[in-house]
């Protein structure tokens, strides 16, 4: 599976984005589609997760109810919605995907990802 991320751009702190990352070559089918994100110097953090056939999520505790994940069928797509960011959101954002056959379970190492798209920046302003 190919996955390509969008999405991504210069906002100012306080503000709302929403990424996208489309599937081709194949569905997601019984996958499970992560969020990662890597700012300067830093390690690639998880940021949420979601088990696309049975809709199980999982988020890291520093978006938890800012940032939404969500899927739609019809266009083979996950998408994050990110509301009040803030400068520690920044970074490159990347989606992920992996065969998960425990629903609940949703990996949060980005090792255990085997398919990744090429990541959009994010930039948020003070």
């Known amino acids: 599976v190919q996955l390509q991320a969008s999405g991504g751009g210069l906002v100012q702190a306080g503000d709302s984005l929403r990424l996208a990352c489309v599937a081709s070559?194949?569905?997601?089918?019984?996958?499970?589609v992560g969020w990662f994100r890597q700012a300067p110097g830093k390690e690639r953090e998880f940021v949420a997760a979601?088990?696309?056939?049975?809709?199980?999520?999982h988020y890291a505790d520093s978006v938890k109810g800012r940032f939404t994940i969500d899927r739609e069928g019809a266009k083979d797509t996950v998408y994050l919605q990110m509301n009040s960011v803030n400068v520690e959101d920044t970074g490159v954002y990347y989606c992920?995907?992996?065969?998960?056959?425990?629903?609940?379970?949703?990996?949060?190492?980005?090792?255990?990802?085997?398919?990744w798209g090429q990541g959009t920046q994010v930039t948020v302003s003070s």
């Open positions: 070559g194949r569905t997601f089918g019984n996958f499970a």
């Open positions: 979601i088990h696309w056939r049975h809709g199980n999520i």
């Open positions: 992920a995907a992996d065969p998960a056959p425990n629903p609940r379970y949703l990996s949060t190492v980005h090792l255990r990802y085997r398919y």
